[in-house]
């Protein structure tokens, strides 16, 4: 599986942005997704998670109520709706792929086997 991320940015502190990751093969739905960020200097930390039938999803407490994760199984691809960011969301934010046929989702970058290239996103206060 290759995963694409797109759509980061950089925006003003309040703004919204909306990512994507588009995965290549034909087994998407079979996958657990996960939205992981990295800030300069820190570990690796998961944003957001959603299982592979797509009705169980996870947040991170600092974006509850602020990102919503989704997918697309038909256009393989799982985005992230990040609202009222604000510059401590600033990172390089990451997709990640795992192959699962649990219904379940996974928060730890040990458990993805595919990850995509990083989208860098900036929020200016």
């Known amino acids: 599986v290759q995963l694409q991320a797109s759509g980061g940015g950089a925006v003003q502190a309040g703004d919204s942005l909306s990512l994507s990751c588009t995965a290549s093969?034909?087994?998407?739905?079979?996958?657990?997704l996960g939205w992981f960020r990295q800030a300069p200097g820190k570990e690796r930390q998961s944003v957001a998670a959603i299982n592979s039938n797509g009705d169980v999803t996870y947040y991170e407490d600092s974006v509850k109520g602020r990102f919503t994760i989704s997918r697309d199984n038909a256009k393989n691809t799982v985005y992230l709706q990040m609202n009222s960011l604000n510059p401590v969301d600033t990172a390089v934010y990451y997709c990640?792929?795992?192959?699962?046929?649990?219904?379940?989702?996974?928060?730890?970058?040990?458990?993805?086997?595919?990850w995509g290239q990083g989208t860098q996103v900036t929020v200016s206060s």
């Open positions: 990640a792929a795992k192959r699962s046929y649990s219904n379940t989702y996974y928060t730890t970058t040990y458990d993805y086997e595919y």
């Open positions: 093969g034909r087994t998407f739905r079979t996958y657990a």
